[in-house]
């Protein structure tokens, strides 16, 4: 499946704003990203494996709000990240 990266997780995937992999959920897909680029799963979600607050993940054009929505091959998952700043 495609997933879409942000910009600011590009550093870890060698600046592709977009990667193929493959997972049967969103836990699967992470860790598979993370064996790939180590460190990029931990941007993504914390200890307890929930998705951080200011990230928001979405499966086509859902969103998902755990780790264990089924995913297919097809599907196509963007990371979007909220911005801060003062």
């Known amino acids: 499946m495609k997933v879409y ?38 941007r993504i979600i914390d200890e307890q494996d929930s998705i951080r607050p200011h990230i928001k993940i979405f499966v086509n054009h ?3 709000h755990d780790l264990t929505g089924r995913l297919r091959a ?5 990371i979007l990240l909220a911005l801060s700043g003062g």
């Open 74 to 78: 097809d599907d196509e998952v963007s």
């Open 62 to 64: 859902d969103q998902a």
């Open 5 to 42: 990266v942000p910009s600011a997780l590009r550093s870890y995937t060698g600046q592709k704003d977009e990667v193929e992999a493959s997972g049967a959920s969103l836990d699967e897909l992470f860790r598979e990203l993370d064996k790939r680029y180590p460190g990029f799963r931990f």
